[in-house]
């Protein structure tokens, strides 16, 4: 797991993110979690890889608009 969130922190993703991503713990290898409703969760942690990404893009456009000489200051 500590591998799992360095991977994501790695990544540039934002702890509150992480927090929200792995708030739920593992939907597969925790049988004696008590009856929760697990069915939001894929989507949830989709919406957050999907707002992160998009993160990730706007900041490599900026990256290839510096490194291009396209910055507006």
């Known amino acids: 797991m500590i591998r799992f ?4 922190k790695q990544s540039g993703m934002k702890l509150e993110d992480i927090a929200g991503f ?9 049988p004696d979690m008590p009856e929760y409703d697990v ?3 894929p989507l949830k942690r989709i919406e957050i890889l999907d707002r992160h990404i998009g993160d990730l893009k ?12 396209n910055t507006s200051r």
Do not use: F, K, P, V
């Open 5 to 8: 969130i360095h991977g994501l």
């Open 22 to 30: 792995t708030g739920d713990g593992c939907l597969l290898t925790n």
């Open 39 to 41: 069915s939001q969760t």
């Open 58 to 69: 706007e900041q490599m456009d900026r990256i290839r608009a510096y490194r291009d000489g």
